[in-house]
Every structure is written in structure tokens, then in C-alpha cells.
């Protein structure tokens, strides 16, 4: 991992938060082309994606998400520090190449997959793939359709403004940056980071995303090169769910019991009258014993 010379600067190969606004500027058009703050975005139409999470996001300073004059500039920035610079186009995204611009036979872009699709839709602005290539319709005719594979901002100065918010220093969070960068959802993971082993458990929503099974060679390479860790484990756990029983509404019968005897046994002594009891059998007179006459007269 890269060394830390000063704190608080950043320095090429750093993992940062980063907070940007990009606008492109163009014969007096502006033009939003990113931004972290949704309050941007909605004053530009910009509508949110799913899965999208406004704020300062995860970056590799010196990377390859931005051109590489941008990664540059991003270099030894302070935290907490905010700068505004302008690029021109062949800093940014290049100049126009007019070569870009290819012409294709209707029939030729009715056979692409995606307008093979039941919603497929082609109009001006609509992008293709077209053999590995994506590029904008710019016209189209009854048999002609006009494709530009330019940048869609080439040619146009831009203008950034960025500030780091902070430096990713744990690796527990370097390896959620990550996952952020290469498939997004960084904070859904469960990471565990002990000497030099790092562990990924999978949330569940991205069990069956195509998405995930795509980025997951790329989040381990990253990882391995950036962390240079022994294993990486990647869980993903299926529980099978166990039906849930019918609740009763029946009251166990010992409990009825125990309830109702003794209201029962009251309302019965209530009500029935007591029984009369049979006399007792006496007990028979003993006969008298004779008493002594005396000796009988001669």
C-alpha cells in the first residue's frame, strides 16, 4: 500500500472520500457530467439511478475513473481542502475526431441486440453498441443512420470542482472502498479484516445480480493488489426458510381447567342445594345382665 509522506496530503494510489461537481463548458452551454450532491443533480434534471447513494464517494487518487490530467490535479490535496480548476478538452476528454462519426444502413442497426428488445426505441441521442463501440445517434433517415463513437463531452473545457473529505486509512473500510468502486453497495458488506486474511459476506440482494458475478474477478484483483492479502473468502450464505406453523386459537386444555374449575365449583355450590345425609346406623342396645338373687332358698 502507499506510504504516507505528509498528512493529510493526498498522494497518487491514495483511497479517499471524494466530494466533485463536473460541468462541461462549450460555446456558452453548460453541461452537468457528474456531481455527488443530489441537490446538483436535480437543478441540472438529473434523475437518480438505482442503487445510487449521494455524497462523498469512494476514489482512487491517480486512478482510472477520470482522465488522467484530472487524477493528476488530485494529487496533493488536503483534507478538508476545496479546489476549482478547468481542463481543456485535451486535457479532459479529448478533442472531436471527425473520423468518430460513422454512417450505417437501417437495416444494419435493426439487427443489434438491444433493438431486437419488445421496448427498443430509436431517436436522435439513443446510444448503441455497434461491435464493441458505443456511440450516440446524431441522425437518422428512413434507410441512414448517423453514429458518433466521440466522448459525449470531447471537445468541450471542464470545469471541476473536488474536495476530500477524508483518507481511507483501515483496511476493513480500503476493502469496502473497494467494492464500492468496482461494483457499488460497499456498505452492505460484511467485511473482516484479521492479519492477512480478508473475508466478504455477499448481502443478499447480490446473491443472483448478474452485476456482482461480473465485478467479483475484479473486486478480488483489487484487492490482492491493493491490500496484498493471503486468502480472501467470499461467503455467500443460502438459508432454506422453514414454513411457519398456524397459530391456535384454542387454549391448551390445562389451562381451561385450571381456569374454570374453580368458578365452576363456586357456581355449583351456589345452586345445587346440599344433599341431606343419611343417619346413622346405632348401634344395638347391649341386654342387661341379670343381677345376682343369691343362693336359692332350700
Known amino acids: ?64 475513473y477520470f482522465p488522467a490530467a484530472i487524477e493528476t490535479s488530485l494529487v496533493g490535496l488536503r483534507v478538508g481542502e476545496t479546489v476549482e480548476r478547468e481542463y481543456a478538452p485535451a486535457e479532459a476528454f479529448g478533442e472531436r475526431d471527425p473520423n468518430l462519426i460513422e454512417l450505417f444502413s437501417m437495416h444494419e442497426i435493426s439487427r443489434l441486440p438491444e433493438m431486437r428488445r419488445e421496448d427498443a426505441h430509436l431517436d436522435v441521442g439513443t446510444v448503441l453498441t455497434i461491435e464493441g463501440r458505443r456511440g450516440r445517434v446524431v441522425t437518422l433517415t428512413a434507410a441512414r443512420v448517423r453514429v458518433d463513437f466521440n466522448p459525449p463531452f470531447a471537445g468541450r473545457k471542464i470545469r471541476g470542482k473536488f474536495t476530500v473529505t477524508e483518507r481511507i486509512a483501515e483496511p476493513v473500510e480500503q476493502a469496502r472502498a473497494i467494492v464500492e468502486m468496482q461494483y457499488g453497495r460497499g456498505g452492505e458488506f460484511h467485511i473482516e479484516a484479521h492479519e492477512k486474511s480478508l473475508t466478504l459476506k455477499v448481502p443478499d440482494r447480490s446473491k443472483f445480480d448478474i452485476g456482482w458475478m461480473a465485478a467479483k474477478p475484479r473486486v478480488i484483483d483489487r484487492l490482492r493488489s491493493y491490500l496484498h492479502p493471503h486468502t480472501i473468502r467470499v461467503v455467500e450464505e443460502y438459508v432454506t426458510p422453514t414454513p411457519e406453523k398456524p397459530a391456535t386459537t384454542e ?30 346406623a346405632r348401634a344395638a342396645p347391649k341386654p342387661a345382665e341379670p343381677k345376682d338373687a343369691g343362693p336359692d332358698p332350700a
Open 1 to 64: 500500500m502507499p506510504s504516507d509522506p505528509a498528512p493529510g496530503v493526498t498522494q497518487s494510489g491514495d483511497l479517499v472520500r471524494l466530494d466533485y461537481d463536473l460541468w462541461a463548458e462549450s460555446g456558452g452551454r453548460t453541461d452537468l457530467v457528474d456531481t455527488t450532491h443530489e441537490e446538483t443533480a436535480q437543478q441540472a434534471g438529473v434523475g437518480k439511478t438505482e442503487g445510487h447513494v449521494w455524497g462523498p464517494r469512494a476514489h482512487q487518487v491517480g486512478g482510472e
Open 251 to 280: 387454549a391448551p386444555a390445562t389451562a381451561e381447567a385450571s381456569s374454570t374449575t374453580p368458578a365452576s365449583e363456586a357456581a355449583a355450590e351456589k345452586t345445587e342445594p346440599p344433599k341431606p345425609r343419611a343417619p346413622r
